[in-house]
């Protein structure tokens, strides 16, 4: 069985700390930022928007700035400040929420840390703005670069650099997708995938080690 001596929990954010956002809101963003960056919105395909929207890797963002005779830069700049923008305006307005079993973060022994694929300081503001900061020892979002892309989840870089601030040898990644498994697998650590609402019906291709519907469940596993 896997072990019950974690020296760290480290958790995902959208989806496991608070509300994930919602896809139109989202889609609004990269419309606002293709407006910004002098593109009449009539012209974007919606296939467009959508890569733009999640999962979109560096060679994608080429080409779809290429088609719109852009620089990389250009629009990853505008997309990323548009979608902090609309994430602040739907935490202030209470489009989105905080989850209520993150009280039970408190319960926790060892480090604590949060490793996300939104952009660092979306991490911060959402840390202060829902009084969490200091359930946390560390956390770590992405830059807002185009470079960053190659750093997301799977990609274990960020999680490297939490386990190393927490001095943790072992850890349990809590996360609500399949790259926060894959991650946490890759990274030599064990995995607890919360059965969220959004994520409810996911059927994920490789396995966690735990599944919980809450973050309740988390003090019986970490002992």
């Not at 927490?166 to 850890?171: K, R, T």
């Amino acid at each position: 069985m896997p072990g019950d001596d974690y020296d760290a929990v480290l958790f995902d954010s959208d989806g496991v700390l608070v509300e994930p956002p919602a896809r139109e809101t989202q889609l609004e963003a990269v419309r606002a930022a293709f407006r910004a960056v002098g593109v009449e919105i009539e012209n974007v395909t919606r296939q467009h928007l959508v890569d733009l929207v999640s999962g979109v890797t560096v060679e994608r963002l080429r080409e779809v700035a290429t088609a719109y005779d852009l620089a990389p830069d250009e629009l990853w700049d505008a997309r990323e400040r548009h979608d902090e923008l609309s994430q602040l305006d739907a935490f202030r307005t209470g489009a989105r929420g905080r989850y209520d079993d993150v009280a039970a973060i408190a319960e926790l022994p060892g480090g604590r840390g949060v490793v996300s694929n939104n952009h660092h300081s979306t991490i911060a503001f959402k840390l202060d703005f829902f009084e969490l900061r200091p359930l946390f020892d560390t956390f770590y979002g992405r830059e807002m670069t185009v470079e960053s892309l190659s750093l997301k989840k799977p990609n274990t870089h960020y999680i490297d650099r939490a386990m190393a601030d927490l001095g943790a040898a072992s850890a349990l990644y809590v996360g609500d997708s399949e790259s926060d498994v894959v991650a946490a697998h890759r990274a030599g650590l064990d995995s607890a995938f919360v059965r969220r609402s959004h994520c409810r019906d996911v059927d994920l291709p490789v396995a966690p080690t735990y599944e919980v519907e809450t973050l309740h469940d988390l003090p019986a596993i970490v002992g």
